[in-house]
């Protein structure tokens, strides 16, 4: 079955430069979120669109943006790199809600981000 | 504030036996959980998820349980195996809220 995409798998940037994100749902999932997670520690939630629109959003920096397409791929751009956003950057998708109302998320491989 | 807990950061289990992973949360308008796998550079897979008007969900050797007036869950693995060998997170979301919020982990390892 078809899974969450993400590109590049791994990027280096230096500090103060910026960093684009790409990440490509399951085929007729309809929402994207993004996730960091930092060494050791638990993924936190960014940000998340549904149809295109954003739908909630978390502890995501101002220097961050993020848009859904057309298309339902999502991009996640990264302006004034610092350190500390070295990370993992998960991308997730999920479907229309099932007779419960639940929607499961299912995780890209990540981009390691690391800033120097 | 950690909404979601995961008190034990590491497990280890002889293979066979069975494992269980426990986690609690604090927020009581959580009302969907689920348990996703991880392996080193890869990203979470989903293992389980229950819904707050169930107390157990089974799906082949892996059956979570939840006790809400504990706010508590769990998630049994029998019989463990090798490949079961991985950090396992407990997450929890707000049906409508979408974002799901993670438990710190658990490294489960299943020794031969």
């Known amino acids: 079955a078809a899974g969450v995409i993400q590109s590049p798998r791994h990027l280096i940037k230096e500090k103060r430069e910026t960093a684009t994100l790409k990440c490509y749902p399951i085929?007729?999932?309809?929402?994207v979120y993004w996730y960091q997670q930092g060494p050791g520690q638990d993924p936190q939630f960014l940000i998340s669109?549904?149809?295109?629109?954003?739908?909630d959003k978390g502890s995501i920096p101002d220097r961050f943006s993020a848009q859904q397409f057309s298309d339902y791929h999502s991009e996640l751009n990264m302006s004034s790199l610092e350190l500390g956003d070295s990370a993992l950057y998960f991308c997730?998708?999920?479907?229309?809600?099932?007779?419960?109302?639940?929607?499961?998320?299912?995780f890209g491989p990540g981009t390691r981000l690391l800033v120097l | 504030d950690q909404q979601v807990k995961q008190n034990s950061p590491s497990l280890s289990v002889q293979e066979g036996r069975i494992s269980i992973l426990n986690c609690d949360y604090t927020?009581?308008?959580?009302?969907?959980f689920l348990w996703y796998k991880k392996y080193p550079a890869e990203g979470p897979t989903f293992l389980i998820s229950?819904?707050?008007?169930?107390d157990k969900n089974e799906d082949g050797r892996f059956t979570v349980f939840l006790n809400k007036s504990a706010k508590h869950l769990s998630l049994h693995i029998v019989p463990s195996q090798p490949g079961d060998s991985a950090v396992y997170f407990c997450?929890?979301?707000?049906?409508?809220?979408?974002?799901?919020?993670f438990g710190q982990g658990t490294r489960l390892t299943i020794n031969p």
């Open positions: 997730a998708s999920s479907g229309p809600s099932d007779a419960l109302g639940t929607e499961t998320q299912y």
């Open positions: 085929p007729r999932h309809d929402t």
């Open positions: 669109f549904y149809e295109k629109m954003q739908s």
């Open positions: 927020n009581s308008m959580f009302d969907y």
């Open positions: 229950i819904s707050s008007i169930k």
């Open positions: 997450a929890a979301s707000i049906q409508g809220a979408q974002k799901l919020v």
